[in-house]
Structures are given as C-alpha cells and as structure tokens.
C-alpha cells in the first residue's frame, strides 16, 4: 500500500483525514510540525508527502525544499486556502507536484493523489492537474468537466438532481439567467439509465413558430417549399434518450399545442408523412420565466405546464453559492486555458477578493466571459486587477452607474472575438459565448457588428 506523510496542524481535520485514507487503502502517518516531519524524512522514504502550507514552526515550502533535497522524485502536495494561491504557486515552480485549495471534498484528495501516485515529479509548470477547480465527481480531469459544488445550495442540487435521475419523470429546471439550466439537464440525463443514448438540447427561443413543427417532428422531401431532403426531428433524434427543451416558455400557443399532444401520444408524425412514429423520451425543460404567471395571463397552457412539471429543480444563482464561488472561477480558468491555449495557473490575491464582493448578477455566465477574457489578456502566471473587466473593479455606487456600459463594452468585444474565432459562424459563436442564436443576432443588431 502506498505510505503518504501527512503534515497538518489541526489535530481534527488531520484525523478526519488520516481516517479517510486509510480507508482508501493507503498507509499513512501522520505528524503535526515541520520538526516532526523533518524527523520522519531522516529515515524513511514516502511514496507521498501531503503537507499544510501553513504550520506553526515553518511552512510548506520549506518542507517542500527538505522533500526535494533528499528524495527528488518523491511528490509533494500541498493544501492551502485560497488567500495562498500566489505563495502555490511558488511552491509549483519549486517542484510541488499539486495544490488544492480548501475547502476540498473526499472525491477531490483521491483523484489528486491518485495522479500524483501515478505521475510522480512535478508537472512542467502547465496547467495544474489538481481539481481544486473543479471539484468533479469522477476521475476525468478535463476542463469540460462540471463542478458540482460544496455549498448548502448546491448540495441541495445535487441531491435533487441524483434523486430525479434514475426515473422517467418529466423535470422542469427554473432559475435566472446563467445558472447552468442546461448543465444541470444533461446532469440528469448522464445519471439516468438512458444516458448511453441521446441527450438533444433544443432552444426554443431560437425556433421560428413557423418552422418549429419541423424542428421537433421533422419532415418528408417535398412536403413544403424549401423540403428539399427528408429531415429527422429532435424527438425521433432522442428517441430511447432524453429531449431537453430550452426556453420552454418561449414556445407559441400553436407549438404548445403540438408538443402536448406529442407528449400525450408519445408518437409524432413527420410533416407530410402519413406514418406515425412511437417515441420513449424522457422530457426535461428549462425556463427563466414565471410560467405560473403566463399561464394565469393565458400565455402557456395550464394542462402543458402540469405535463412538463413532474418535478421541479430551481438552480441557485451564484449569489447564493458563495462557497462554491472558487471552485467555479478555477473551472472556468481551466476552460479558458484550454480553449485559448494558455498556461495562467491562477488568480492573484487581490482578484480573489474582488469576486468574493462582486454580485455577479449575470451569474456563472457571466463569470466565465470574464474570465476568459481576462485570463486572454493575462501575461503572467496570475490574472491581476488591471486585466478584470471595469465593473468588476470600482466601487459598489460607482459600479452601477458604469455597470450597464462596460458590461455593454465587455459584451460587444467578446461577441466580436468570438464570430472571429469560429469564422463569423453564428451558430457555434452563440455556443461558444453560451447565448441562443435568437440572442446573438438581437446582440448583433444591438451592438452594430458587421457580421
């Protein structure tokens, strides 16, 4: 079994974690001082050294140097707060293997010791392998990847999430703008017993009323103008898998007409087509709307909105996630080295404290955008203050009288960099920017951009 020195000076949390990875099949001894450590290291060799770097007689570093000077391909870990980071990366130039920020949950110790066991020496100072970013549920260390939070909200969430997953109820997923409603859908879906078949997202929002029978049903070859070749709809496309409707509430009465009676059959009929085909769904939908207030206004069908709401799961903003507010900032930066092909390993100090007070009322979309933009514009090893987007950096009072032109600004710039990312393609600009195709062209219009 591999033996791990564990160094870290609270007695509680160190038995709590000594406990757990004995569990796990490790061997571990545990100490509470750099003296004590120094002590261990005399004599016997350790596959790991998993080290606070705060102590009360020295620091991580300084255990980090002794580690290296006596047995250099020995990895060493280091767990830090995330008022530490800029003193991580230090320690990563140095030749620690990993960090992870505090607070960290059982998933996130295994997967980076794991990859520290398996690795040994330190990473070339690229992008560090550790989930202190993202506190994923599985091994899989990619950016794509999901953070699913340690907050009461999110715990919340994720028990909503994991109790709904294995049915075949109808799930209506509300919150505002930004939270993830979809990311939560696809959640289900990948904890479902269909998740080796198809999970299609439709947007609702971005289907013209006068095509939309098309896009759910498809159509036969001739059977309107423009039907130049037989289509298959997204409800045959799903077909075994689940559907998920995006924006539900932006459906006409017609096509609410439509889906119900396809809900209600559980067959459709392509246009043209006198054939009836049966289909085994699972049906999840999303909306930032009241639709109770719609269908008191006579706006959305009552009989509808009781077909779509089986269960409902209203994702929290990020306001309410506070504590998950890192964790999803690491995420974020992970995604952007990967799409923008950087190394910026993390955030300064100060840029910490500005995310701690922002509102961020566009939520996690909103902290994406800028992070990737900031993390473009950044040359160093750490997103500063003078790379954050204006709104970010003033005052409270001075922020929401600036708030809607720099946001405006930041927006315009981001959609601009983004069609020329993807060679002026719409539709994978407005995926790439996390927006409906609706929204891109009102954007374009808006802004004034030649595209």
């Known amino acids: ?34 003296e004590e450590a120094s002590k261990k290291l005399t004599n016997t060799e350790y596959d790991l050294v998993f080290t606070d770097l705060r102590l009360p007689d020295d620091d991580g570093i300084s255990i ?28 990563m130039k140095k030749g620690a293997f990993d960090y992870i920020s505090k607070p960290f949950n059982q998933d996130e110790v295994l997967i980076v010791i794991q990859n520290a066991l398996k690795n040994g020496t330190a990473p070339s100072m690229a992008v560090p392998t550790s989930t202190k970013a993202e506190n994923i549920a599985t091994a899989d260390d990619s950016p794509t990847k999901t953070v699913t939070g340690i907050s009461s909200a999110s715990s919340k969430l994720n028990e909503y999430i994991k109790l709904v997953a294995p049915t075949d109820m109808s799930v209506l997923i509300t919150g505002d703008s930004g939270t993830g409603k979809e990311v939560v859908a696809k959640r289900i879906h990948d904890n479902s017993n269909r998740k080796e078949l198809n999970f299609i997202a439709v947007d609702c929002g971005a289907i013209p009323k006068e095509i939309a029978a098309s896009e759910f ?29 995006d924006e539900v509430g932006n459906l006409s009465y017609e096509n609410q007409i439509q889906l119900l009676r396809a809900l209600q059959e559980r067959k459709i009929k392509p246009i043209g087509s006198n054939h009836e085909i049966e289909v085994d769904i699972r049906l999840i939908t999303a909306t930032n709307e009241d639709l ?81 933009r900031s993390a473009l514009l950044t040359q160093g090893d750490l997103i500063e203050k003078n790379v954050l987007p204006v709104e970010l950096t003033l005052p409270q009072n001075e922020n929401n009288k600036v708030k809607s032109f720099s946001r405006k600004e930041n927006e315009r710039d981001l959609i601009i960099n983004a069609l020329n990312e993807v060679g002026n393609n719409k539709s994978k600009a407005a995926k790439l920017l996390n927006i409906t195709r609706k929204t891109l062209y009102n954007k374009i219009k808006e802004y004034q951009i030649d595209a």
Do not use: C
């Open 217 to 245: 049903f498809g159509h036969v070859k001739g059977s309107f103008t423009g039907a130049v070749n037989n289509k298959v709809g997204h409800f045959e496309a799903a077909n075994g898998g689940t559907i998920f409707l």
């Open 64 to 91: 980090l140097t002794k580690v290296k000077e006596k047995y250099p391909e020995t990895p060493v870990i280091l767990m830090t707060g995330y008022a530490q980071v800029s003193t991580a990366v230090k320690a």
């Open 292 to 372: 109770l207030k719609a269908v008191e206004k006579g706006q959305f069908r009552e009989d509808l909105y009781h077909r779509l709401n089986e269960f409902s799961i209203k994702v929290p903003s990020l306001h309410e996630r506070k504590e998950d507010l890192l964790l999803f900032a690491d995420h974020f930066l992970n995604m952007a080295n990967a799409q923008l092909n950087k190394n910026v390993l993390g955030f300064s100090d100060e840029v910490i404290g500005i995310f701690q007070q922002y509102k961020w009322p566009g939520n996690l979309r909103e902290m994406s955008n800028v992070i990737k």
């Open 1 to 34: 079994m591999p033996k791990i020195l564990l160094i870290e000076d609270d007695v509680t949390f160190s038995a709590m974690l000594e406990r757990f990875l004995k569990k796990n099949d490790f061997t571990v001894e545990a100490v509470y001082s750099s």
